[in-house]
Nanobody
Framework: QLQLVESGGGLVQPGDSLRLACEVS????????IGWFRQAPGKESEGIAC????????AYLDSAKGRFALSRDNAKHTVYLQMNSLKAEDTGAYYC??????????????????????WGQGTQVTVSS
């Protein structure tokens, strides 16, 4: 059974940093691309970043480029999203999700929710002064 569990959210001030973690079980990170999505109140889910199943390709939403960074620790079955210089507009529930598109390749699936079949329960990030 594929499972994803997010952690690391919290309440921070603008300019602060947070590192979110997505721990997976029931599958290998070498098989699935892992994406991060944000759900802000009253807004549609937005794809933030994705790392390929090969682990050496990434893609980011334009507003996240230069501030957010993905990494992966295969031994811990965990994908991390390092978020720096956080802004109020980064507030929302953050979900990680797994996609079988680009199985064992460097391809990064397009960050559409429909491309990701398995989801975690989410972790809340609130950026406020």
């Amino acid at each position: 059974q594929l499972q994803l569990v997010e952690s690391g959210g919290g309440l921070v001030q603008p300019g602060d940093s947070l590192r979110l973690a997505c721990e997976v079980s029931g599958f290998s990170l070498d098989w699935y691309a892992i994406g991060w999505f944000r759900q802000a109140p009253g807004k549609e889910s937005e794809g933030i970043a994705c790392i390929s199943s090969s682990g050496d390709s990434t893609a980011y939403l334009d507003s996240a480029k230069g501030r957010f960074a993905l990494s992966r620790d295969n031994a811990k079955h965990t994908v991390y999203l390092q978020m720096n210089s956080l802004k109020a507009e980064d507030t929302g529930a953050y979900y990680c999700a797994a996609s079988s598109l680009g199985f064992q390749t460097r391809d990064v699936p397009t960050l559409l929710p429909s491309n990701f079949a398995n989801w975690g329960q989410g972790t809340q990030v609130t950026v406020s002064s």
